[in-house]
Nanobody, 114 residues
Framework: QVQLVESGGGLVQPGGSLRLSCAAS????????MRWYRQAPGKERELVAG????????SYADSVKGRFTISRDNAKKMVYLQMNSLKFEDTAVYFC???????WGQGTQVTVSS
């Protein structure tokens, strides 16, 4: 079955960095674009970043542009989200998403706190 599993979340201080990983299985990973979403308490789920199948085109929410980088390794069936210069407002559960096959990961918690 289609499966996405996130990892790499944790506690980090403001200004710090964290890299999230998403391992994909059960579909032809290299054929599909991938996305990262996040959801903070009391807020709607927000699209953070997207990447096309080949990895050559990326997009970002204005709130993270210049600080976050989405990438992928199709040979490893992995998607990554490098998060730098983290802010308190980045605190959320982060989800990996394969929109074309309607797949979601279980989420990984990122907490930015001093």
């Amino acid at each position: 079955q289609v499966q996405l599993v996130e990892s790499g979340g944790g506690l980090v201080q403001p200004g710090g960095s964290l890299r999230l990983s998403c391992a994909a299985s059960g579909f032809t990973f290299s054929s599909y674009g991938m996305r990262w979403y996040r959801q903070a308490p009391g807020k709607e789920r927000e699209l953070v970043a997207g990447i096309n199948a080949g990895g050559g085109s990326t997009s970002y929410a204005d709130s993270v542009k210049g600080r976050f980088t989405i990438s992928r390794d199709n040979a490893k069936k992995m998607v990554y989200l490098q998060m730098n210069s983290l802010k308190f407002e980045d605190t959320a559960v982060y989800f990996c998403n394969a929109p074309t096959v309607n797949a979601w990961g279980q989420g990984t918690q990122v907490t930015v706190s001093s």
